[in-house]
């Protein structure tokens, strides 16, 4: 019998200097689409796939995160004083149960690989896990990784979130090889992370959605250094490959918003912001507007 996945790591050391001003002094995972921030939407979808425990492998300057997750009493008092229900409800997402968050410094900024390897302890090594990049945030019917979730408890092995990207794009992600295509998902015999440009071994990328055997921790041991200089988990994960569990890429439903990227983020910000029903009216007007400019200027 598979194990059930409970535990999921969120890598949120980085730098996030691409959206410098503004990441100088707020974590860039608490940027926000329209009043949630990312890093919600990641904890939204863990929570819908089942999981109970939360990991976050974090670095200096990311104090927000941990009171994002906390209560505020004083706020809390202030709404209920006023009787500001609706908010304190809303406010209610953000509240974990105590013991269920754990934070995890990375010290150095060695790579994704490593980052993951640094939660090691809070993880049983008998048990698959979960790892979430707040980055990537993907809009779907069901939560992405409660599709894969379902996925997984048939197929077993390690399972990453796949996509195909234009040709151009390709080299910026981790990329599979694909040994078997079932169409739902593939079985890997290859994944390369970065690959030169000409040399990929398809258009099929990893998105930031894994779950993953408990052996892949075991390879991050090894410390090797891959793309970048940096220690990947694409390459601990591809050194499940000969092994009789197998790597599998399972391509997902749903929009996936880079919002590592700023264009990723404003369209995210406009997709989320449509999706909501007291802002969608006012915005797609705004935007019929914008489209009827530029027909006009042409
Ligand atoms: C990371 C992973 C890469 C994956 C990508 C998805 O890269 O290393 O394999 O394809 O996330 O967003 P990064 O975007 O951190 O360079």
Redesign the pocket.
């Known amino acids: 019998m598979k194990r059930k996945v409970t535990k999921a790591i969120f890598p949120v050391a980085?730098l996030g200097t691409r959206f410098l001003p503004a990441t100088k002094s707020i974590p860039k995972e608490i940027m926000t689409l329209v009043d949630r921030p990312l890093i919600q939407y990641a904890i939204d979808e863990a929570r819908a796939a089942g999981i109970k425990e939360f990991i976050f492998v974090t670095s200096r300057g990311k104090g927000a995160l941990e009171d994002y997750f906390d209560h505020s009493p004083v706020l809390e008092q202030e709404l209920r004083k006023k009787g500001k229900d609706a908010l304190l409800e809303t406010l209610k997402m953000t509240n974990m149960d105590s013991g269920a968050i754990a934070y995890i410094r990375q010290h150095k900024a060695l790579g994704?690989g490593h980052a993951v390897w640094c939660a090691r302890r809070l993880l049983d090594p008998k048990e698959p896990f979960a790892v979430i990049?707040p980055?990537?945030v993907i809009a779907a019917d069901k939560p992405c990784l409660q599709q894969m979730v379902e996925a997984y408890e048939e197929i077993g092995g390690s399972m990453v979130a796949a996509m195909e990207v234009p040709d151009d794009k390709v080299s910026?992600?981790?990329?599979l090889d694909i040994k078997e295509d079932m169409g739902a998902y593939v079985s890997a015999k290859g994944m390369v992370?970065?690959p030169a440009p000409g040399t990929e071994p398809s258009n099929l990328?990893?998105?930031?959605r894994y779950i993953l055997s408990p052996n892949v921790m075991k390879n991050l041991n090894q410390m090797k250094a891959g793309a970048g200089g940096e220690i990947?988990?694409?390459d601990a994960i591809a050194d499940e490959i000969e092994s009789d569990r197998g790597v599998y890429g399972y391509r997902f439903s749903g929009q996936r918003f880079?919002c590592?990227s700023k264009a990723g983020f404003l369209q995210a910000t406009i997709a989320f912001g449509l999706s909501r029903p007291e802002l969608h009216d006012e915005l797609q007007e705004y935007l019929d507007t914008l489209s009827s400019i530029r027909t006009a200027a042409q």
Not at 172 to 175: C, I, N, P, T
Not at 205 to 208: M, S
Request: no cysteine; proline share 0%; charged share 25%.
């Open positions: 980085g994704l990049l980055d990537d910026s992600y981790g990329v992370e970065k990328a990893v998105i930031g990947q988990l694409t880079d590592g």
